[in-house]
């Protein structure tokens, strides 16, 4: 879809001073834009930004609207500390919607419940590749009863999950507790109802100095990572510099983070999504900070067999934003923020 037919199907109907403010955010969009596009370079791989549903919408409203997620403070992740098995081999290219075991994208509307979405997204899958069935179930139901959260005004999904895991509450099916775009009353359901259950849950900071932390990196020297990533050698280098002998953690840690995505499921994540509002498609690999978590999205997968490593990351805002509601982030230099808070899900 062109531009002008994108700016046709997304600027709606408004009158007097709300039509005016909406027309001067959409001039102000497409100048920030084309600033946007023509400072990447030039590739087929680049990302590509441009006129979505939220053209109309200032920086600061799109933040107010959307950006509402709250980060946990997450200890740093350490392999022989954690409990979480790392193991070798593992695939260069893993996407669990092949797997058949990913719901549709979802849309999450006005209400700023990317956290509940992101989290009930990653148990769906989760459960469905322990049964072999999915079904969607209640995003409303986590925003309504997360008495630690904010409803459809922000909330954390490690606290999600945690409220979970401690109230051992079972979510219930979507058509049973239905989206409504607004927070309400906690409907409760007993215990025998039907439904799936938090056993456990894993967040971490991913986050590692570079090698000269010898107290956080002593498990990355070139003996780890060499046998750690032997079978994919030379598809794996992300400019890495080594130190003092050691490898740069940054980097490495999001290669461990691969390994966890394959052995447990799709990883719920925060990300800095301020430069996501006017995202279409291509590799975000620059543009974008990793300084304010505010945004819950969902990695369901990744693929290294290219010039651009990439993580593959499902998003909440409906199949009209992104590449049919999915955006792709360079893999290495916590692009986004995107390794900050990761947390797995065990049902």
């Known amino acids: 879809m062109m531009d002008g037919e994108r700016l046709k199907a997304f600027q709606g109907v408004h009158e007097n001073n ?5 027309r001067i955010n959409f001039q102000d969009s497409l100048k920030r834009q084309a600033i946007l596009n023509s400072a990447l370079k030039k590739s087929n791989h680049s990302a590509r930004y441009g006129i979505n549903q939220f053209s109309d919408l200032s920086p600061q409203q799109f933040k107010e609207r959307y950006l509402t997620a709250r980060a946990e403070t997450a200890p740093k992740f350490e392999p022989y500390r954690s409990g979480i098995q790392v ?21 999450q509307q006005s209400c700023g419940g990317c956290w509940a979405f992101s989290v009930v997204e990653a148990i769906e899958t989760v459960s469905a590749k322990n049964s072999g069935k999915l079904q969607q179930l209640s995003v409303q139901q986590v925003i309504d009863c997360s008495y630690e959260n904010s409803g459809c005004n922000g909330g954390s999904p490690v606290g999600a ?11 219930v099916k979507e058509a049973e507790y239905p ?39 002593f498990m ?58 006017d995202y279409l498609g291509g ?43 999915y955006a792709y982030i360079k893999i290495g230099n916590d692009m986004c923020g995107i390794a900050d808070n990761v947390a797995a899900v065990f049902v």
Request: charged share 15%; glycine share 8%; with cysteine.
């Open 220 to 277: 990355f020297t070139h003996l780890f990572l060499s046998a750690l990533f032997a079978t994919q050698g030379q598809n794996l280098h992300y400019n890495c510099p080594n130190q003092l002998g050691l490898i740069c953690c940054r980097s490495g840690q999001e290669k461990v983070m691969m390994s966890v995505l394959v052995e447990s499921g799709p990883l719920v994540v925060i990300v800095d999504a301020i430069s996501w509002q």
């Open 87 to 107: 193991k070798m081999n593992y695939p260069l290219k893993f996407d669990w919607r092949d797997q058949g075991v990913v719901g549709p994208v979802r849309n």
């Open 18 to 22: 709300e039509h005016y403010q909406r």
């Open 161 to 171: 999950l945690n409220w979970l895991k401690q109230t051992k509450l079972k979510l």
């Open 283 to 325: 590799i975000i690999q620059h543009h974008c900070s990793s300084h304010n978590p505010n945004h819950a999205v969902l990695i369901t997968g990744y693929d290294a067999t290219g010039e651009v490593p990439y993580w593959i990351v499902r998003n909440s805002w409906g199949t009209s934003w992104g590449d049919n509601g």
């Open 179 to 217: 989206f409504k775009d607004m927070a309400g009353i906690c409907q409760y359901f007993a215990q025998s109802h039907a439904g799936v259950a938090v056993t456990n849950y894993s967040a971490y900071d991913f986050r590692l100095k570079f090698g000269r932390d010898v107290g956080q990196c």
